[in-house]
């Protein structure tokens, strides 16, 4: 089946700094991209959507300008994540999706200290 | 809003034993998925629904979703270790592939 990396698998950086998040898929275009945050023994909640070429959808009580996604090609999204603070230690998962189905990331967990 | 509810939000079983894991829409599905999750891991595609009254089976899982399309079941027959985990249903309400996604069951198999 279709492979989606992520890049780091985990990170850990300081309050106050910027966090890059890579979302690759590997062996097919993605028309669209998706960003899902999860916290601990929660569910996963759906961030934003991305469209290569074109600004990012968020949803509603997503901060765009924290959360800053760039979609640069069919392949690749990033997430950054600004600013960071410890609120945003989080599980960062992204998916990318063709015609035909969606295909999910393995992650990136975020420690902001 | 559509709203994904899991039940039981936590399970503990003996192995060999067979369990079920609900996952109920307020809102008519346009597809059903169930993934499972290892603690802080990604998503692991176990199966998805479409049609009202479809039922599938992977290996010893089943799932099924319920006419109306509001509700499904994940069943595990003889649960084993392998079995432990997170299981999440989710939800893509209009074709868009933007998921909704339960609350998740935490799933342990006792040896």
């Known amino acids: 089946g279709a492979v989606v990396s992520q890049h780091p698998s985990r990170v850990i950086c300081k309050s106050g700094t910027s966090v890059k998040i890579e979302c690759r898929s590997l062996?097919?275009?993605?028309?669209?991209m998706f960003w899902y945050r999860q916290f601990p023994k929660q569910s996963l909640m759906l961030m934003a959507t991305?469209?290569?070429?074109?600004?990012?959808?968020?949803e509603q009580g997503v901060e765009k300008d924290k959360f800053l996604i760039n979609h640069a090609s069919l392949t690749l999204s990033t997430l950054t994540v600004t600013s960071a603070h410890p609120e945003d230690s989080s599980f960062y998962i992204c998916?990318?999706?063709?015609?035909?189905?969606?295909?999910f990331g393995p992650g990136t967990r975020l420690t902001v200290t | 809003s559509q709203e994904l509810e899991q039940s039981p939000q936590s399970l503990i079983v003996q192995e060999g034993k067979n369990l079920t894991i609900n996952c109920t829409s307020s809102?008519?599905?346009?597809?059903l998925y169930w993934y499972k999750q290892k603690y802080g891991e990604g998503l692991i595609f176990l199966m998805m629904?479409?049609?009202?009254?479809e039922e599938k089976s992977h290996e010893k899982i089943t799932a099924k979703l319920d006419e109306k399309k509001q509700q499904s079941s994940l069943h595990i027959t003889a649960s084993q270790p392998s079995h432990a985990g997170i299981y999440l249903c989710?939800?893509?309400?209009?074709?868009?592939?933007?998921?909704?996604f339960g609350t998740g069951t935490r799933l342990k198999v006792l040896a």
């Open positions: 629904l479409q049609k009202g009254g």
């Open positions: 991305s469209n290569e070429g074109s600004k990012a959808t968020y």
């Open positions: 998916s990318a999706a063709d015609f035909f189905e969606q295909y």
């Open positions: 062996d097919f275009q993605a028309t669209t």
């Open positions: 989710g939800a893509d309400n209009s074709g868009t592939y933007k998921y909704i």
């Open positions: 809102k008519t599905l346009y597809g």
